[in-house]
């Protein structure tokens, strides 16, 4: 990632400017917008996914243009007797189309990802940049000037749930809505749900990952109505917890989605859904979400979906039954090691990827001109893991957390992979995680495998005490015996043969969330944000010098009594022979 920053001579309007270049976009910064340079690859991913996303609804409005118009006449026949061919116009960055997409980014900041969207997504109508500062607004109308698209962006100075409640008129709605807000998005996803047009796309961005991750159950029930559960697999818990609250929000209005990509990256999640319109696809809903139970003692996991949805007869399988599942799925106390559960959720079980979309997308980065993104090398990385996780499969285990409950060495994450292949079950990695393993397996497999393990590496025989996961799971014997050896064709997938980057290390010393309003590049950080950097750290240390400078001091203070002291007595023992002069005549 290179985001470059040049020194401009300050204007009346916009003291201490400088300019923010990225791509071939110019921002200028002045005052206190926020910018954060680390999300350049959810400003490319989102271009890229955007392109992807309108030829797609090109193809899909001249499908429906050519039903209609073949409903009107069984066939059309030209002068030569042959059928008409549809023709898919082509489109160019940069350019007003009146049969364009019209974009609504609700938070706006400098206007950059605005700017970006102008230049470089092909088939655009109208962007509309909103913000609620005044300061922002105008920093969006310099940017747009500056960087010559006034004829695609309009800038909007309003609070973004009145500006979208106001757009939900049919000739008002947006084709694509931009929520990228400092923390939760829930506030704003009720207006954005009803704001879009009928199989729109929803780009959504949330950066409480602390809350998302099971810091915080209580308020993460609060915002997403839904209760997480410490996990390994966190990150992937809180795509799925985004997923069900906007299911949630899109149901009360007759609407229902259906997701296209969810990635966790850095210190966010981003998804990127269609939301549809129709009230009796709306009731598969229900069997979307799932409760879920997490053992206290072994931390196994089991899913229990809200709803069921059978065929009503093998003659009618289009004909649908809706039903309740019966439960819990697990007992009292859990199968493997006898300890009780937690329970969370619900969450979003269904798939968080369309591979087909995926796979279009893919190739899309890799041609020209998105390949010429910044963070192109980390897309086709991280696009090339989601290709290959499993779709059916919620949620993941790490082996070093199962070996970790046992007391086990680690087994080595291709062994581990390639036992489970030679089983005949299917494992991926996930993208959220570089030490994950999803796989179809059950957790009594996982269980079973890893005592297999311990007879080539042992437990010590003082660990094995009575009641404790590990002693009630090594205590039964192994079912069947696992190939470790041999390495499984499959077991090493091509995105890690072929090196990719999967997986990003942290880009920048403060590559967090930053604060609001700040522009976060060179010099113009907030003190605030390097004041709590290793803030306990430096507390302490503080502590620790202000104790010793004490103990200095009263050190000092009592050396100095020490010397007055001496000082005393040396002047008493110099006085007394002169007193014993004086009286010795008179003696």
Not at 62 to 91: F, M
Not at 150 to 163: C, N, P, Q, R
Not at 388 to 393: A, K, Q
Request: proline residues 6%.
């Amino acid at each position: 990632m290179e985001v470059e920053e040049v020194q401009q001579e300050p204007s009346p309007t916009n003291p201490n400017a400088n300019i923010i270049t990225e791509r071939n976009a110019n921002i200028i910064s002045g005052g206190n917008v926020f910018y954060n340079p680390v999300q350049e690859f959810n400003r490319d991913l989102s271009i890229a996914v955007l392109n992807v996303y309108f030829q797609r609804l090109v193809k899909e409005r001249a499908e429906k243009a050519k039903k209609q118009q073949l409903r009107k006449q069984k066939q059309q026949v030209d002068d030569n007797g042959q059928q008409e061919t549809t023709v898919t116009p082509s489109y160019t960055a940069g350019t007003k189309y009146e049969d364009g997409m019209r974009i609504l980014e609700a938070l706006a900041a400098t206007g950059l990802r605005s700017i970006r969207y102008a230049q470089e997504i092909a088939g655009v109508r109208q962007i509309v940049a909103n913000d609620l500062s005044k300061q922002a607004v105008e920093s969006i109308k310099t940017n747009v000037q500056h960087n010559g698209v006034e004829h695609l962006i309009e800038t909007s100075h309003a609070d973004a749930m009145t500006l979208m409640y106001l757009s939900t008129a049919p000739q008002q709605r947006f084709d694509a809505v931009d929520l990228d807000p400092y923390g939760c998005p829930n506030r704003f996803l009720d207006g954005a749900l009803q704001c879009i047009v009928d199989g729109g796309l929803l780009l959504v961005t949330a950066t409480d990952m602390a809350v998302l991750a099971g810091n915080a159950p209580e308020s993460c029930y609060v915002k997403y109505g839904s209760v997480p559960l410490r996990m390994k697999c966190c990150h992937e818990m809180a795509l799925r917890i985004l997923l069900h609250c906007i299911e949630t929000h899109a149901n009360r209005h007759g609407k229902y989605i259906e997701p296209l990509l969810s990635i966790s990256a850095d210190f966010y999640v981003r998804i990127f859904v269609r939301v549809y319109s129709s009230q009796a696809l709306c009731k598969y809903s229900m069997s979307k979400q799932s409760w879920l139970f997490q053992c206290t003692g072994c931390e196994a996991f089991t899913l229990q979906p809200l709803g069921t949805v059978r065929s009503k007869s093998a003659e009618q399988p289009q004909v649908v039954k809706f039903g309740i599942p019966t439960g819990p799925a697990v007992n009292s106390q859990c199968e493997h090691c006898n300890h009780r559960h937690h329970l969370g959720g619900p969450i979003w079980s269904a798939p968080i990827h369309n591979m087909e979309f995926v796979e279009d997308l893919l190739q899309s980065v890799q041609a020209t001109p998105l390949s010429e993104l910044g963070t192109h090398r980390r897309i086709v990385g991280v696009l090339s893991m989601v290709r290959e996780e499993l779709p059916d499969v919620p949620l993941y285990y790490t082996p070093d957390k199962l070996c970790c409950v046992l007391k086990l060495e680690i087994v080595p994450m291709l062994k581990m992979r390639s036992a489970l292949l030679h089983a005949g079950y299917r494992v991926s990695y996930s993208h959220a995680n570089k030490n994950s393993l999803k796989t179809d397996a059950p957790a009594s497999v996982l269980w079973d495998l890893l005592r297999c393990w311990s007879k080539r590496h042992p437990v010590r025989e003082d660990r094995l005490i009575p009641g404790t996961a590990l002693q009630a799971i090594l205590s039964q014997p192994c079912q069947r015996d696992y190939e470790f050896d041999e390495l499984h064709p499959l077991a090493n997938p091509s995105s890690r043969k072929q090196a990719l980057s999967r997986f990003q290390e942290n880009p920048a010393p403060h590559w967090g969330p930053g604060t609001r309003a700040t522009i976060m590049i060179g010099d113009n950080k907030l003190p605030k944000s390097y004041r709590n950097q290793n803030k306990k750290q430096r507390h302490k240390a503080a502590q620790q010098t202000t104790k010793k400078e004490e103990d200095e001091t009263r050190v000092e203070r009592e050396q100095d009594q020490e010397q007055e002291v001496q000082d005393q007595c040396q002047e008493d023992e110099e006085q007394q022979p002169a007193k014993q002069l004086k009286l010795s005549p008179t003696t």
